[in-house]
């Protein structure tokens, strides 16, 4: 499996951006798929996750109400459309996958199998 994320940039506090994680070879409906971001001197966080199947969708809580993440199985593509961005959400954001857990278990970073090489996301204020 390999993962290809994209859509990052520079955005103004309260502006937008959305993410797009695409993915090659066997993606099967067992796959958790999430986005982790790491911020200057931090450590790597769980920010969203979905379970390629479908179902409740997972935020951390600093995220809830401004960000949405979403799959498209017909591309092969997973999103996060991050609305009212402020300062805080600085950071490389990763697309995540694994087959071993469902997202509702799976929320540090040593859960997920497949990374891809991240995107920055600047959000001046």
């Known amino acids: 499996v390999q993962l290809q994320a994209s859509g990052g940039g520079l955005v103004q506090a309260g502006g ?57 199985t017909a591309k092969n593509t997973v999103y996060l459309q991050m609305d009212s961005l402020k300062s805080v959400d600085t950071a490389v954001y990763y697309c995540a996958a694994n087959p071993r857990r469902r997202v509702g278990a799976a929320f540090i970073r040593e859960d997920y199998d497949y990374w891809g090489q991240g995107t920055l996301v600047t959000v001046s204020s």
């Open 16 to 72: 937008s951006l959305r993410l797009s994680c695409v993915a090659s070879g066997d993606i099967f409906n067992n796959y958790a798929m999430a986005w982790f971001r790491q911020g200057p001197g931090k450590e790597r966080e769980f920010v969203a996750g979905i379970n390629w199947r479908g179902g409740i969708p997972y935020y951390t809580d600093s995220v809830k109400g401004r960000f949405t993440i979403s799959r498209d």
